[in-house]
C-alpha cells in the first residue's frame, strides 16, 4: 500500500474560496496555499479578503483577492473570468459563503402558550424577509459560484468541488429553522452535484462542522471571566467526545483529504461530519 497518498499536494493547482474574508474560509483558503495551490480569495469585504491574501503571500504563497458577492451571477460569471485570466483554469472551488440572520432566528427553544401575544420573536413572528436570506447566502450562494467556476473544470480530471455543510444538516438546532435547512440543502445539493459531474472529471464533497471555539464565538461559548456559557454546558453534554474541535487541525485535515485525488479518489457525494460524534448521539 502506497503510505503517501495521505500526504496531500496541490502544486500547480488553482483553488476557489468563497466567504474567505471569514474566519473559517480564511483558515481554509491559508491550508491549501500552504498544500502548494494557487488560491483566489472570493468576499464581498475586499478588505477582509485582501487582508488575508497578504497573509498568504507573506508566508511565501500565491494569492489574490477578489470583490465577489456570491447571489450576483453577472458579478460571479465576470470574476471567474478575471480568476482565469490571472491563475488559470479552476481545480478547486471551496464554497465556503454563508452564514445565518437573526431575523430567521427564534428567541425561545420550545413555544409556550401566549407566545404569539408576547414580547418575544416566536416561531411566528419569523421574517419572511430574513428567511429567504438565509436561504439565498447558503444555498444560492453555493449554486451561483458553482455554475461560474465548474465551467472551467468539466472534462479536466481531477478537479474538486467541496462545499460547507453543518451538522445541523443531520439534526436541526434549536432556534435556528432556516439555517439548519438551508445546510441540509447544501447536503442534499452535494449529493446531485456529485452525481451530474461524475462522468465531467469532477468530485463533489462537503464537510458538515460541529462546534468549534473561535474567535467569532467566543462570546457565545465563554464568559468574560474565561467560564464556559451555559450554552457550552449543553453543547459539551451532547458531544460524546466532550471538547470543542480544532478547526486548525481537524477541519484542515478533512478539506486536505476530500480533496486528495490519490486518498479520496473514489470518494464522491459524501458530506463528512466532523463534530466529536454530536450528529450520532441521542442523548442517551
Not at 497573509?55 to 478575471?82: N, P, R, T
Not at 413555544?111 to 444560492?140: C, H, M, P, Q, R
Not at 461524475?198 to 462537503?206: D, L, T
Amino acid at each position: 500500500m502506497n503510505t503517501n497518498v495521505i500526504n496531500t499536494d496541490l502544486s500547480g493547482k488553482v483553488a476557489v474560496v468563497t466567504g474567505a474574508g471569514g474566519v473559517l474560509c480564511s483558515a481554509f483558503a491559508k491550508v491549501l496555499a500552504r498544500a502548494g495551490a494557487k488560491v483566489a480569495l472570493l468576499d464581498r469585504n475586499f478588505e477582509s479578503a485582501d487582508k488575508f491574501a497578504g497573509e498568504i503571500v507573506a508566508e511565501g504563497g500565491i494569492a489574490k483577492a477578489y470583490a465577489c458577492d456570491v447571489l450576483d451571477k453577472d458579478i460571479c460569471y465576470a470574476v471567474a473570468d478575471q480568476v482565469l485570466a490571472d491563475l488559470g483554469p479552476c481545480d478547486i472551488l471551496l464554497n465556503g459563503a454563508g452564514g445565518n440572520n437573526p431575523r430567521a432566528t427564534t428567541d425561545k427553544e420550545y413555544y409556550e402558550d401566549g407566545d404569539i401575544s408576547a414580547d418575544t420573536k416566536s416561531f411566528f413572528d419569523l421574517d419572511k424577509g430574513g428567511v429567504e436570506f438565509v436561504f439565498n447566502l447558503n444555498f444560492i450562494g453555493t449554486l451561483i459560484p458553482t455554475q461560474a467556476f465548474a465551467r472551467q473544470m468539466v472534462g479536466r480530471d481531477g478537479c474538486n468541488i467541496l462545499n460547507i455543510s453543518s451538522m445541523n444538516a443531520y439534526t436541526p438546532l434549536t432556534k435556528i429553522p432556516a439555517y439548519s435547512g438551508a445546510k441540509a440543502a447544501i447536503s442534499n445539493f452535494t449529493q446531485w452535484l456529485a452525481v451530474h459531474f461524475s462522468k465531467a472529471g469532477i468530485r463533489v464533497n462537503a464537510i458538515a462542522p460541529g462546534f468549534f471555539a473561535t474567535k467569532q464565538n467566543a462570546a457565545l461559548l465563554f464568559n468574560p471571566d474565561g467560564t464556559p456559557t451555559a450554552r457550552t454546558g449543553k453543547i459539551l453534554a451532547a458531544t460524546p467526545m466532550g471538547r470543542f474541535g480544532d478547526s486548525d487541525k481537524e477541519l484542515a485535515g478533512a478539506v486536505l483529504f476530500l480533496l486528495n485525488n490519490d486518498a479520496a479518489s473514489f470518494i464522491t457525494g459524501v458530506t463528512l461530519p466532523i463534530d466529536g460524534g454530536f450528529s450520532a448521539y441521542s442523548g442517551v
